[in-house]
């Protein structure tokens, strides 16, 4: 098989790749796709663009499949980084497209959740996320080591696949609890099977610097590539208002681009200057690449971004004053040095911080409830576990589950999966108050807390469940344990009778751990 030059040249520490995201767009035969196909033979000429990064469905309205124009542009010479989200598909179409990239020859993959639905035909469509992230790397992993499942003559093994997966974080966060979750499931995605690592987008220095020292620090020995976007004021104004959930452009900022645009060009140089300056600032750093995105960019300002940026590049940390664009008061992980305006890498003392959500009197009573009934060796525990073995398969089944549904729907909004994470995410319950049922950690789309569909009025789970744990010292709970998918076998099923019979995954968990 021909060699992944993506691959190669983001773990050579000589090259610095730089990758340029197209949106194919909706349709199929229309101009939009056409545009794309042209830039993609300009880059494959070209020979500066290391890979071609190619958009799902963004902002949630449908448009051509990303995994079909990636196959289109590998025949061109160049390689597809293919964006790979789960909103619209349940875990056996993701694995069905998994076989059909890795046919197909496209092996590079940036995984993530994706943006919550908005539009479709005849209304918005159904939200799917059966699997989050750090599932899907899972999968993947699995994938190239060969999937293996059992068979009717025994167990399958597939022939290895050669995919090279990334993820994202994000360091660009307003809140402690919503910034040390992104860093928590950064872990996760790492133990999950993440090769390289992209950052979402922004535009304050200090959080450039702050992700590489926390990989530094963790020993995350991947790849780490900084996002760039040339940004125009309009583009700009949405990602203030969080209409672009996750890309940050603070107040000050916007300011800044607004008079940039009275300029006789629009402001066309002074964007171009700054991914420019970007890049170098990135690349002195210390990052392994660059991702170039931006709304009708041609090839050849990014030529050009990338010809500025290597010439200033000797002078990276000059340049660093032009991203002083911080979040009022805006969390940071390590503490400022005064003398670079970067980061010292000494973090923050956390601890002393007041918590950034609300702490309900029912958290304690979960905790109460469960040291005394779910802890194997507690009396109550061998109670239920003896109560559940009797009731399940009785007449008296059905109305055990229905007064457990009834509690939990009190308690928790509990919609019967029947595989129950409450434990998992301090008794808060990710498919009924998460979206985008997301069972490892938050995603990307976060705002000042606040959840990505619910702004203003619902805060983020993680940013609750932060807070819950951090109050009993256990908030690194969250980096942990790889919480499974649902398994939907056990929908409206009794979650209690499944804990205690051993049929969920908590159990299952826990039975792993018990001594003999």
Not at 445 to 462: A, M, T
């Amino acid at each position: 098989m021909q060699e992944n030059r993506f691959k190669e040249a983001l773990l050579n520490p000589n090259i610095f790749p730089v990758t340029w995201e197209l949106v194919p767009g909706r349709g199929a035969k229309e101009a939009v796709q056409d545009k794309t196909m042209t830039l993609a033979g300009q880059a494959a000429s070209g020979g500066t663009i290391h890979a071609l990064t190619l958009t799902d469905n963004p902002g949630g309205t449908p448009a051509m499949s990303a995994d079909f124009i990636g196959g289109e542009i590998l025949k061109l010479g160049i390689e597809p980084l293919v964006h790979f989200t789960f909103k619209d598909k349940n875990r056996n179409a993701i694995e069905s497209q998994l076989y059909a990239l890795d046919r197909a020859g496209v092996r590079n993959l940036l995984v993530m959740s994706g943006d919550y639905p908005v539009s479709g035909y005849q209304g918005r469509p159904a939200p799917v996320f059966d699997l989050d992230p750090i599932h899907a790397l899972q999968l993947i992993s699995d994938m190239n080591r060969g999937l293996t499942y059992p068979g009717i003559k025994g167990n399958v093994q597939h022939q290895p696949s050669v995919f090279f997966p990334g993820a994202v974080v994000s360091p660009f966060k307003a809140t402690e609890a919503e910034q040390m979750v992104q860093y928590f499931k950064l872990k996760k995605k790492i133990d999950a099977g993440a090769q390289f690592i992209v950052t979402q987008l922004g535009y304050d220095a200090r959080k450039f610097h702050e992700v590489l020292l926390f990989m530094k620090q963790n020993g995350f020995n991947i790849p780490l590539m900084g996002n760039i976007y040339i940004l125009p004021f309009g583009a700009a104004k949405m990602m203030n208002r969080n209409n672009l959930p996750g890309s940050v452009v603070t107040n000050k900022l916007l300011e800044d681009l607004d008079r940039e645009r009275n300029d006789p060009d629009k402001g066309e140089k002074a964007r171009t200057l700054r991914a420019a300056r970007m890049y170098a600032v990135m690349k002195g750093m210390g990052f392994s690449g660059v991702h170039i995105g931006g709304h009708n960019i041609k090839f050849e300002q990014v030529e050009d971004i990338i010809r500025q940026g290597e010439a200033l590049a000797s002078q990276w940390i000059d340049l660093v004053r032009h991203f002083d664009y911080p979040i009022d008061g805006g969390f940071y992980y390590f503490e400022r040095d005064p003398d670079t305006g970067l980061n010292r890498e000494t973090p923050t003392k956390r601890q002393s911080r007041s918590l950034d959500a609300k702490i309900e009197c029912s958290y304690s009573l979960s905790r109460l409830f469960h040291k005394l009934m779910f802890e194997p060796g507690k009396k109550l525990y061998s109670v239920m576990k003896s109560l559940c073995r009797k009731v399940e398969g009785t007449k008296m089944e059905g109305f055990f589950h229905k007064l457990e549904h009834f509690n939990k729907i009190m308690l928790f909004d509990c919609k019967d999966c029947g595989d129950c994470a409450l434990i998992d995410i301090a008794y808060l319950c990710p498919m009924s108050q998460c979206p985008k049922t997301q069972r490892n950690g938050a995603c990307g789309g976060s705002f000042q807390g606040w959840c990505e569909v619910y702004p203003g009025k619902r805060q983020c789970i993680y940013v609750r469940a932060y807070a819950r744990l951090k109050k009993h010292g256990e908030e690194v709970h969250l980096s942990k344990d790889i919480v499974p998918p649902c398994n939907w076998d056990l929908y409206q099923t009794s979650s209690w009778i499944n804990f205690y019979l051993g049929k969920d995954h908590t159990s299952k968990k826990q039975g792993s751990r018990l001594p003999g």
